[in-house]
Protein backbone atom coordinates (compact mmCIF):
# COMPACT_ATOMS: atom_id res chain seq x y z
CA UNK A 1 0.00 0.00 0.00
CA UNK A 2 1.22 3.34 -0.93
CA UNK A 3 0.89 5.34 2.41
CA UNK A 4 0.96 8.69 0.12
CA UNK A 5 3.02 10.40 2.77
CA UNK A 6 6.42 10.73 0.40
CA UNK A 7 8.03 13.98 0.70
CA UNK A 8 6.30 15.08 3.29
CA UNK A 9 8.22 16.14 6.45
CA UNK A 10 8.05 14.42 10.08
CA UNK A 11 9.58 15.20 13.21
CA UNK A 12 10.15 12.46 15.02
CA UNK A 13 11.07 12.54 19.08
CA UNK A 14 13.38 10.20 21.39
CA UNK A 15 14.12 8.51 17.91
CA UNK A 16 17.68 7.64 18.54
CA UNK A 17 16.30 3.82 19.49
CA UNK A 18 13.24 2.18 20.73
CA UNK A 19 9.62 2.87 19.46
CA UNK A 20 11.24 6.62 18.29
CA UNK A 21 13.34 4.65 15.86
CA UNK A 22 10.74 2.54 14.82
CA UNK A 23 8.32 4.94 13.74
CA UNK A 24 11.47 7.00 12.08
CA UNK A 25 12.38 3.89 9.98
CA UNK A 26 9.45 3.41 8.81
CA UNK A 27 8.42 7.25 7.93
CA UNK A 28 11.90 7.12 5.69
CA UNK A 29 10.74 4.13 3.74
CA UNK A 30 7.53 5.79 2.87
CA UNK A 31 9.66 8.81 1.95
CA UNK A 32 9.58 10.74 4.10
CA UNK A 33 12.12 13.46 5.36
CA UNK A 34 12.84 13.25 8.43
CA UNK A 35 14.18 16.21 11.91
CA UNK A 36 15.35 13.60 14.71
CA UNK A 37 15.84 13.99 17.44
CA UNK A 38 17.17 13.08 20.81
CA UNK A 39 19.72 13.74 23.65
CA UNK A 40 22.15 11.60 23.08
CA UNK A 41 24.28 12.77 19.80
CA UNK A 42 26.10 9.88 19.49
CA UNK A 43 23.50 7.45 18.98
CA UNK A 44 21.14 9.82 17.36
CA UNK A 45 23.74 10.38 14.92
CA UNK A 46 24.40 6.55 14.25
CA UNK A 47 20.51 6.25 14.10
CA UNK A 48 20.04 8.78 11.43
CA UNK A 49 23.51 7.74 8.81
CA UNK A 50 21.34 4.09 9.84
CA UNK A 51 18.45 5.20 7.98
CA UNK A 52 20.16 7.36 5.69
CA UNK A 53 21.77 3.69 4.48
CA UNK A 54 18.48 1.95 4.30
CA UNK A 55 16.10 3.88 2.96
CA UNK A 56 18.03 6.61 1.06
CA UNK A 57 15.63 9.24 3.41
CA UNK A 58 16.87 12.13 3.88
CA UNK A 59 17.54 13.01 7.76
CA UNK A 60 18.22 16.06 9.69
CA UNK A 61 19.31 14.86 13.39
CA UNK A 62 19.16 17.47 16.19
CA UNK A 63 20.73 16.64 19.76
CA UNK A 64 18.81 18.31 22.38
CA UNK A 65 16.34 17.74 24.74
CA UNK A 66 13.14 17.82 23.95
CA UNK A 67 11.53 18.29 26.92
CA UNK A 68 13.13 22.02 27.23
CA UNK A 69 12.40 25.39 25.45
CA UNK A 70 15.57 24.87 23.90
CA UNK A 71 15.24 21.60 22.80
CA UNK A 72 12.24 22.38 21.30
CA UNK A 73 13.06 25.46 19.75
CA UNK A 74 16.37 23.30 18.15
CA UNK A 75 13.84 20.54 16.37
CA UNK A 76 11.09 23.37 15.32
CA UNK A 77 14.06 25.25 13.38
CA UNK A 78 14.96 22.70 11.74
CA UNK A 79 11.67 21.24 11.00
CA UNK A 80 9.40 24.46 10.26
CA UNK A 81 6.79 22.90 8.37
CA UNK A 82 6.30 19.74 9.83
CA UNK A 83 3.27 17.94 8.02
CA UNK A 84 4.09 14.74 11.00
CA UNK A 85 4.66 15.24 14.46
CA UNK A 86 5.56 11.88 16.76
CA UNK A 87 5.62 12.99 20.05
CA UNK A 88 7.81 11.03 22.21
CA UNK A 89 9.94 11.30 25.29
CA UNK A 90 11.06 8.82 28.06
CA UNK A 91 8.89 8.03 30.96
CA UNK A 92 9.82 8.50 34.21
CA UNK A 93 10.74 5.39 36.19
CA UNK A 94 9.04 3.31 38.28
CA UNK A 95 8.19 3.46 41.95
CA UNK A 96 6.54 4.22 45.14
CA UNK A 97 4.36 7.19 44.88
CA UNK A 98 4.88 7.51 48.42
CA UNK A 99 8.19 8.66 47.53
CA UNK A 100 7.51 10.81 44.63
CA UNK A 101 8.19 14.54 44.87
CA UNK A 102 6.42 17.37 43.53
CA UNK A 103 9.23 17.54 41.69
CA UNK A 104 8.94 14.13 40.53
CA UNK A 105 5.65 15.24 39.31
CA UNK A 106 6.27 18.42 37.45
CA UNK A 107 9.32 16.86 35.74
CA UNK A 108 7.10 13.98 34.16
CA UNK A 109 3.72 16.20 33.54
CA UNK A 110 6.78 18.40 31.63
CA UNK A 111 8.38 15.87 29.68
CA UNK A 112 4.71 13.50 28.93
CA UNK A 113 2.00 15.92 28.67
CA UNK A 114 3.18 19.67 28.20
CA UNK A 115 6.23 19.10 25.93
CA UNK A 116 4.18 17.48 23.23
CA UNK A 117 1.06 20.10 24.05
CA UNK A 118 3.64 22.60 23.10
CA UNK A 119 5.04 20.50 20.28
CA UNK A 120 1.49 20.70 18.77
CA UNK A 121 0.64 24.05 19.84
CA UNK A 122 4.06 24.93 17.63
CA UNK A 123 2.93 22.62 14.31
CA UNK A 124 -1.16 22.58 14.21
CA UNK A 125 -1.74 25.55 12.83
CA UNK A 126 0.75 25.07 9.78
CA UNK A 127 -0.83 22.05 9.27
CA UNK A 128 -4.30 23.24 9.15
CA UNK A 129 -3.39 26.37 6.61
CA UNK A 130 -2.04 22.89 4.88
CA UNK A 131 -5.05 20.91 5.02
CA UNK A 132 -2.85 18.01 5.99
CA UNK A 133 -1.09 16.83 9.56
CA UNK A 134 -0.73 13.77 11.33
CA UNK A 135 0.39 13.70 15.19
CA UNK A 136 1.17 10.43 16.77
CA UNK A 137 1.40 10.51 20.32
CA UNK A 138 3.51 7.63 21.50
CA UNK A 139 1.78 7.33 25.47
CA UNK A 140 1.68 3.80 27.03
CA UNK A 141 -0.89 1.13 27.94
CA UNK A 142 -0.99 2.11 31.02
CA UNK A 143 -3.65 4.84 30.02
CA UNK A 144 -6.07 2.23 29.26
CA UNK A 145 -4.91 -0.19 32.46
CA UNK A 146 -2.52 1.71 34.70
CA UNK A 147 0.43 -0.19 35.95
CA UNK A 148 1.14 0.36 39.42
CA UNK A 149 5.15 1.13 39.68
CA UNK A 150 4.41 3.43 36.86
CA UNK A 151 1.82 6.08 38.51
CA UNK A 152 4.17 9.07 37.35
CA UNK A 153 3.12 8.07 33.59
CA UNK A 154 -0.01 6.94 34.14
CA UNK A 155 -1.25 10.27 35.90
CA UNK A 156 0.55 12.21 33.10
CA UNK A 157 -0.16 10.49 30.13
CA UNK A 158 -3.70 10.24 30.82
CA UNK A 159 -3.57 14.02 30.96
CA UNK A 160 -2.37 14.68 27.54
CA UNK A 161 -4.89 11.96 26.58
CA UNK A 162 -7.83 13.75 27.64
CA UNK A 163 -6.16 17.15 26.09
CA UNK A 164 -6.14 15.89 23.04
CA UNK A 165 -9.55 14.55 23.30
CA UNK A 166 -11.25 17.68 22.77
CA UNK A 167 -8.29 19.28 20.59
CA UNK A 168 -8.43 16.21 17.96
CA UNK A 169 -12.23 16.96 17.17
CA UNK A 170 -11.44 20.50 16.32
CA UNK A 171 -8.85 19.72 13.74
CA UNK A 172 -9.90 16.89 12.11
CA UNK A 173 -12.07 19.00 9.67
CA UNK A 174 -8.84 20.21 8.58
CA UNK A 175 -7.52 17.10 7.33
CA UNK A 176 -5.22 17.18 10.50
CA UNK A 177 -5.47 14.40 13.17
CA UNK A 178 -4.28 13.55 16.17
CA UNK A 179 -3.76 9.73 17.74
CA UNK A 180 -2.21 8.21 20.53
CA UNK A 181 -0.11 4.61 20.17
CA UNK A 182 -0.51 3.00 23.40
CA UNK A 183 2.46 0.42 23.43
CA UNK A 184 2.21 -2.84 26.04
CA UNK A 185 5.69 -4.70 26.17
CA UNK A 186 7.78 -4.25 23.52
CA UNK A 187 11.21 -5.26 23.72
CA UNK A 188 12.78 -1.63 24.41
CA UNK A 189 15.25 -0.24 26.75
CA UNK A 190 12.68 1.11 29.00
CA UNK A 191 10.83 -2.57 29.01
CA UNK A 192 14.21 -4.04 30.07
CA UNK A 193 14.56 -1.26 33.19
CA UNK A 194 11.25 -2.07 34.26
CA UNK A 195 12.45 -5.87 34.24
CA UNK A 196 15.09 -4.72 36.33
CA UNK A 197 13.32 -2.89 38.84
CA UNK A 198 10.48 -5.95 39.55
CA UNK A 199 12.58 -8.62 38.89
CA UNK A 200 14.85 -7.56 42.39
CA UNK A 201 11.29 -7.04 44.47
CA UNK A 202 10.01 -10.29 43.56
CA UNK A 203 13.80 -12.38 44.17
CA UNK A 204 13.67 -13.77 39.92
CA UNK A 205 16.35 -12.67 37.48
CA UNK A 206 15.55 -9.87 34.52
CA UNK A 207 16.28 -12.63 32.29
CA UNK A 208 13.21 -15.08 34.34
CA UNK A 209 10.73 -12.44 34.80
CA UNK A 210 10.73 -11.21 30.98
CA UNK A 211 10.02 -15.24 29.89
CA UNK A 212 7.39 -15.23 32.63
CA UNK A 213 5.95 -11.67 31.05
CA UNK A 214 6.75 -13.20 27.48
CA UNK A 215 4.90 -16.51 28.60
CA UNK A 216 1.86 -14.90 30.24
CA UNK A 217 1.04 -11.94 26.90
CA UNK A 218 -1.19 -14.15 24.63
CA UNK A 219 1.14 -13.26 21.87
CA UNK A 220 3.25 -15.37 23.59
CA UNK A 221 6.23 -12.64 23.38
CA UNK A 222 6.69 -8.78 23.16
CA UNK A 223 6.85 -6.56 20.37
CA UNK A 224 8.81 -5.13 18.07
CA UNK A 225 10.14 -2.06 17.01
CA UNK A 226 9.48 -2.34 13.53
CA UNK A 227 5.66 -3.40 14.25
CA UNK A 228 5.11 -0.29 16.28
CA UNK A 229 6.86 1.85 13.12
CA UNK A 230 4.38 0.18 10.96
CA UNK A 231 1.40 1.46 12.86
CA UNK A 232 2.79 5.03 13.59
CA UNK A 233 3.54 5.41 9.64
CA UNK A 234 -0.37 4.07 8.69
CA UNK A 235 -1.68 6.69 11.34
CA UNK A 236 0.52 9.29 9.30
CA UNK A 237 -0.33 8.10 6.25
CA UNK A 238 -3.27 9.44 3.64
CA UNK A 239 -5.78 6.61 4.30
CA UNK A 240 -6.10 7.92 8.38
CA UNK A 241 -8.04 10.93 7.78
CA UNK A 242 -11.04 9.55 9.27
CA UNK A 243 -9.39 8.47 12.22
CA UNK A 244 -8.90 10.84 15.29
CA UNK A 245 -8.63 11.37 19.13
CA UNK A 246 -7.90 7.35 19.18
CA UNK A 247 -5.67 5.55 21.47
CA UNK A 248 -4.64 2.41 19.58
CA UNK A 249 -3.43 -0.23 21.98
CA UNK A 250 -0.72 -2.74 20.79
CA UNK A 251 0.07 -5.23 23.32
CA UNK A 252 -0.19 -8.38 21.68
CA UNK A 253 -3.96 -8.53 23.47
CA UNK A 254 -2.63 -8.28 26.88
CA UNK A 255 -5.54 -5.88 27.34
CA UNK A 256 -8.80 -7.87 28.94
CA UNK A 257 -11.29 -5.69 28.16
CA UNK A 258 -13.90 -5.90 25.06
CA UNK A 259 -13.43 -1.84 24.21
Given at each position: ???????????????????????????????????????????????????????????????????????????????????????????????????????????????????????????????????????????????????????????????????????????????????????????????RGNMEFNAKKLGKTPAELAKQRADANPAKRFGTIDEFGAACAFLASVHAGFITGQ?????????????
Amino acid sequence: MDLGIKGKNALVCAASRGLGKGCAMALAREGVNLVITARGKEALEATAEEIRKSTGAKVTAVAGDITTPEGRAQALAACPNADILVNNAGGPPPGDFRSWSREDWIKAIDANMLTPIELIKATVDGMIARKFGRIVNITSAAVRMPIPELGLSNGARTGLTGFVAGLSRQTVQHNVTINALLPGPFDTDRLRGNMEFNAKKLGKTPAELAKQRADANPAKRFGTIDEFGAACAFLASVHAGFITGQNLVLDGGAFPGTL
